[in-house]
């Protein structure tokens, strides 16, 4: 082979290394584009760091918007976290690359956000000193990661904080039962014994401590059945129609004093806690006949229809609804909309409602016109 032929075929061998070059970037850039990745090269002692237009883009910035140089990168991360790059740093180098170069540190986006990232590097080579001459690594964007395990972190601490709560209130609840106990009996002893010595002023005192104990047993009843909802967690096959059918039968000797009709459609089976459901329905037709119109008998129709991923239910009665300002905080706990002499109850049984519907994941609402009607609706999942 002639000089000419060789450096012929060495032009063309080197064509071909550049031509599988240049692929090899358009690969290895696809795949920072496709990975949300940036790549860095440092060049430790001349003081030039390239830092890849995938980088810059991590933070909101054009490749022409930043130079090339570790100070660019160092101007825009968290300062904390700045000073454990550089710790982390030294003792890599310190180790000869045996200590990895590895972070989760925050930079600051163009718009003001925080980016979280992964950052891992390695010292690729050293001069004869044993100093660090070139250093690559890469970036990856972490930060919706990180707010996932936010969340799980928020989430775990609320259930806790919640499971601590309703522990609360079933203890406190249920030691304030005893200490009623007493004051009733005691008042019923004080009545039987000296009620006849007793002026009319001094029997009204009684009587009222008497009505005082009542209210506040129903109140912690109502606290501690609260405090219940959701500790059996048995999910299982319900059917509606049982539920308002045992509701009927429970609610008899009211619904006829009051001359209150229940009219049920057909009712699908779903997936909950019986005796939750079964509670919602009772409040929810209780509080129906107790809201009723003077001379009017009071008339309740219960159905639902099968919306989406959902069964929509409807509990329509005819009673005195509720004004606009007020329906959506009647759903809180305590939350009365009338004197407690016109209306009988502690103010929690919606209350009950939501908690028992957001149990379900689902959702609980009310549309109501005043001096005609309220229809409660409540979804729960197919």
Same mark, same amino acid.
Request: with cysteine.
């Given at each position: ?212 104990? @009542?209210?506040?047993? +129903?109140?912690?009843?109502? =606290? $501690?059945?609260?405090?219940? &909802?959701?500790?059996?967690? *048995?999910?299982? #096959? ?31 089976? @779903?997936?909950?806690? +019986?005796?939750?459901?079964? =509670? $919602?329905?009772?409040?929810? &037709?209780?509080?129906?006949? *107790?809201?009723? #119109? ?89």
């Amino acid at each position: 082979m002639t000089q000419v032929a060789e450096v012929n075929q060495l032009k063309e061998e080197i064509k071909n290394l550049k031509q599988q070059l240049h692929d090899k970037e358009i690969v290895f850039n696809n795949i920072l584009d496709s990975t949300l990745a940036g790549y860095w090269d440092w060049y430790i002692q001349d003081n030039y760091e390239y830092l890849s237009p995938t980088f810059k883009s991590m933070f909101g910035y054009e490749d022409h918007e930043l130079p090339n140089s570790p100070e660019t990168w160092q101007k825009i991360i968290h300062p904390e976290d700045l000073k454990k790059v550089l710790k982390i740093f030294d003792k890599h180098v310190a180790t000869k690359g045996e200590f990895p170069y590895d972070n989760e540190v925050r930079y600051f986006h163009k718009n003001g956000s925080t980016v979280w990232v992964f950052c891992r590097g390695k010292v690729i080579e050293w001069d004869n000193e044993g100093k660090p001459v070139r250093m690559v690594g890469c970036h990856v964007d972490i930060t919706k990661l990180k707010q996932a395990e936010e969340a799980k972190k928020y989430m775990r601490q609320l259930e806790v904080t919640n499971k601590e709560l309703e522990q609360f209130s079933y203890v406190a609840s249920h030691d304030l039962q005893e200490p009623l106990r007493t004051v009733s009996g005691f008042t019923e002893l004080l009545s039987k014994k000296y009620g006849d010595s007793l002026d009319k002023e001094g029997k009204l005192y009684i009587d009222y401590i008497s009505q005082a104990s @009542v209210r506040m047993s +129903e109140l912690v009843k109502a =606290l $501690l059945d609260y405090s219940r &909802i959701g500790r059996e967690k *048995k999910l299982k #096959q319900v059917d509606c129609n049982q539920l308002i059918e045992a509701i009927k039968s429970d609610l008899s000797v009211r619904l006829a004093e009051t001359n209150a009709k229940i009219e049920a459609c057909k009712l699908p089976l @779903v997936k909950g806690y +019986e005796t939750e459901l079964r =509670l $919602l329905f009772q409040n929810l &037709i209780s509080n129906a006949i *107790k809201f009723s #119109q003077p001379d009017i008998d009071p008339i309740i129709k219960v159905s639902a229809e099968k919306e989406g991923n959902y069964w929509k239910f409807s509990v329509l009665d005819n009673g005195i609804g509720i004004e606009p300002e007020h329906q959506q905080r009647i759903f809180r706990i305590f939350q009365r909309l009338h004197n407690k002499n016109k209306y009988e109850g502690t103010g929690i049984g919606l209350a009950h409602c939501y908690k028992i519907i957001d149990l379900h994941d689902g959702k609980i609402w009310v549309e109501s016109e005043p001096n005609v009607g309220s229809n409660f609706q409540f979804t729960i999942p197919l």
